[in-house]
Nanobody, 129 residues
Framework: QVQLVESGGGSVQAGGSLRLSCVASAYASRDVRSYCMGWFRQAPGKEREAVAAIYSAATSTYYTDSVKGRFTISQDNAKNTLYLQMNSLKPEDTAMYYC???????????????????WGQGTQVTVSS
């Protein structure tokens, strides 16, 4: 099992940047590097959607099309921390951002919410025009 705690959200103008962090605590001797880690987001009235994922043991990263070239997912294994660097932010990026984790390799259909086992409480990102 793993616990996830996000931070780093806030309000920013369009074109600005934010970096989200997610500290992962793994139990039962499981190394967080053995998990696929990801970010999802949910805007009011909309479904939760995948943003990015990473399996650091294989240096594999995945992005949804709308954030490619603007967002970068990374992981500091020494700190058990997942990051999402968000640049060139747009008003449509406004949402609650959630950290997620699942055991092992990033799953096929990683963008499906049902494929993920563990979730954080979320951190709000608001982008104004």
């Amino acid at each position: 099992q793993v616990q996830l705690v996000e931070s780093g959200g806030g309000s920013v103008q369009a074109g600005g940047s934010l970096r989200l962090s997610c500290v992962a605590s793994a139990y039962a001797s499981r190394d967080v590097r053995s998990y696929c880690m990801g970010w999802f987001r949910q805007a009011p009235g909309k479904e939760r959607e995948a943003v990015a994922a990473i399996y650091s043991a294989a240096t594999s990263t995945y992005y949804t099309d709308s954030v490619k070239g603007r967002f970068t997912i990374s992981q500091d294994n020494a700190k058990n921390t997942l990051y999402l660097q968000m640049n060139s932010l747009k008003p449509e990026d406004t949402a609650m951002y959630y950290c997620a984790a699942v055991n092992g390799f990033c799953p096929n259909y990683w963008y499906m919410r049902s494929r993920w086992a563990y979730w954080g409480q979320g951190t709000q990102v608001t982008v104004s025009s």
